[in-house]
């Protein structure tokens, strides 16, 4: 049945903001309008491309969408359900120009010549993390593309979770490096260890075995830790990967006023990082004896008194510090299904990133450390833990050992990525 004449105005807007909604989705298809091509040229082309087709795909559905709405008007269709869609289109191009907005960011940050190449190798550190487990247990490594933005922490956007428009999968692994921590970049293992526990099932069942391990000791805790795990997951990770190196970096980010340091946020799933910092100072302590992991656990008890946390915090606290040796073995030495029945140190040995493992590649390699393609393609990860360790263990000298870590960085060839070790 036909609309009564009065509908018609309703009409004729409608098709003035169609025709609006589905111009601007078409624009969104010109990608070197978020960053420029110089910027898209610091990504190694795999990753251009990548990105780049999953985008297009995006802004492709969306302008299918407007020109579908655009139809359901010309032939008729009730004006009350066209202006729905009209509103659904409006929601759906926000969505993608969300996507867009933080995809062009992320390669933006690649337009200065030197960062990209620093970035670039970041890249393949990233890929090789990622590979150390999942290669080992014939699951294909997403691609890794690394991003420098503000702030204190690092983050990741992990490949294939679901964007904001709710239908497009993230095309790689978007790794957030803060620039603070650019030339001290050990977080972005952390990161891939939230990749790899999503992808190995490890999160889950991390989070039961160490509520089983702990229940004994207290309900609490075991709930407490249940809550923590993938973060804590993420944790052992970097420190399998790269030994002592991140935990610095680590507590850096986390550290704060004591009230800061003492507070659990209900939900969040970051122990408190009072916590957090003290059993990252029981895995090297586990694994690698006495070192200056304990000097900075005994650091943290003076500056943070535990006794100055609220009640709850601190009866969490003593009874986590209890159990430090039942949580380091949970993490790293308990066979898990994840791990197709072995435990995290069997794909990735801590062992191999002691101190005295480091200092011992570098005497053996000398100058080559830094200049050598083979140690890069081999030893990627046991380099950089090597390289950023050194401003903390020689201070005097910690701009030229940051200069050294960007420069190595640098080098690192995307067109043969690091094969790890």
């Known amino acids: 049945m036909a609309e009564p004449a009065a509908a018609e105005p309703e009409r004729v807007q409608l098709a003035a903001e169609i025709a609006h909604w589905r111009h601007a989705a078409d624009a969104l298809a010109d990608l070197d309008t978020i960053a420029s091509p110089a910027a898209w040229a610091g990504l190694e082309e795999y990753l251009r491309m990548r990105v780049r087709d999953r985008l297009a795909a995006a802004v492709a559905d969306l302008s299918l969408e407007a020109a579908q709405c655009a139809a359901a008007l010309t032939r008729g269709d009730d004006s009350g359900a066209v202006r729905r869609r009209v509103l659904a289109l409006r929601r759906r191009y926000l969505q993608v120009e969300t996507i867009l907005d933080f995809y ?8 200065n010549p030197a960062l990209a190449a620093v970035l670039r190798g970041l890249d393949v550190i990233a890929g090789d993390s990622l590979d150390v487990i999942l290669g080992r247990l014939g699951i294909a490594a997403p691609p890794a593309v690394v991003y420098l933005d503000k702030g204190l922490g690092a983050a990741i956007l992990r490949a294939d979770v679901r964007l904001w428009d709710r239908t497009s999968p993230s095309p790689v692994a978007a790794i957030k490096l803060t620039r603070h921590n650019l030339s001290y970049p050990t977080a972005i293992l952390h990161e891939c260890g939230h990749q790899v526990g999503h992808l190995t099932g490890w999160n889950a069942e991390l989070a039961d075995a160490l509520a089983a391990a702990l229940a004994p000791r207290s309900r609490e805790l075991a709930e407490a830790w249940r809550g923590w795990s993938s973060e804590l997951a993420a944790d052992v990770h970097a420190f399998a990967q790269a030994g002592w190196a991140p935990v610095p970096a680590l507590a850096n980010v986390v550290d704060g006023d004591t009230t800061a340091v003492y507070t659990a946020v209900p939900g969040d799933p970051h122990p408190f990082p009072w916590i957090r910092v003290i059993v990252n100072a029981a895995l090297c302590r586990s694994w690698f004896g006495a ?32 159990a430090l040796d039942d949580i380091v073995r949970v993490c790293t030495r308990r066979p898990m299904a994840a791990f197709g029945g072995q435990p995290l140190s069997a794909l990735a040995d801590p062992a191999r990133r002691s101190p005295a493992t480091l200092d011992e590649l570098a005497r053996r390699a000398g100058p080559s450390l830094l200049t050598s393609q083979y140690l890069a393609r081999r030893e990627p990860l046991t380099v950089l833990a090597w390289l950023a360790i050194r401003p903390l263990t020689d201070p005097v000298n910690g701009a030229a050992h940051r200069r050294a870590v960007l420069a190595w960085l640098a080098r690192l060839s995307p067109e043969a990525p690091a094969r790890a070790a």
């Open 104 to 111: 062009g960011d992320a390669v933006g940050s690649r337009t």
């Open 291 to 322: 070192g200056p992991w304990d000097g900075l656990a005994e650091a943290w008890a003076r500056r943070h008194p535990p006794e100055r946390a609220p009640a709850e915090i601190a009866g969490l606290a003593r009874l986590s510090v209890d």
